[in-house]
Nanobody, 129 residues
Framework: QVQLVESGGGLVQAGGSLRISCAASGRTFSYYAMGWFRQAAGKEREFAAAITSSGGVIFYAESAKGRFTISRDNSKNTVYRQMNSLKPEDRAVYYC??????????????????????WGQGTQVTVSS
């Protein structure tokens, strides 16, 4: 079992930056690939970014490239999402997820929310125009 707790969400002006975090507890954090998803009101949950257990391979949604970065610190059992140049359309609940399936550069499961075992409760990000 892994427990995930997101933090760092809040209200930010358009063009601003925010870093959200996801702290893990339970089983060894470094076993798990981690993903960030987001869900806007009335929309389906969508993939944003993911990182392998070692941090050696990173995946981004096309919409996230250039503005958002994912990183992890296995010594702190935490994965981060740095979001820059935020837009009102980035308003959503941001979730982190974990799974211990193997990941390679060409893996496709990493993009699919239904294939992650563990989820956090989410953190709200609101961007004012």
């Amino acid at each position: 079992q892994v427990q995930l707790v997101e933090s760092g969400g809040g209200l930010v002006q358009a063009g601003g930056s925010l870093r959200i975090s996801c702290a893990a507890s339970g089983r060894t954090f470094s076993y798990y690939a981690m993903g960030w998803f987001r869900q806007a009101a009335g929309k389906e949950r969508e993939f944003a970014a993911a990182i392998t257990s070692s941090g050696g391979v990173i995946f981004y949604a096309e919409s996230a490239k250039g503005r958002f970065t994912i990183s992890r610190d296995n010594s702190k059992n935490t994965v981060y999402r740095q979001m820059n140049s935020l837009k009102p359309e980035d308003r959503a609940v941001y979730y982190c997820a974990a799974d211990d399936k193997s990941v390679a550069r060409g893996s496709t499961w990493i993009y699919l929310s239904r294939l992650y075992k563990y989820w956090g409760q989410g953190t709200q990000v609101t961007v004012s125009s």
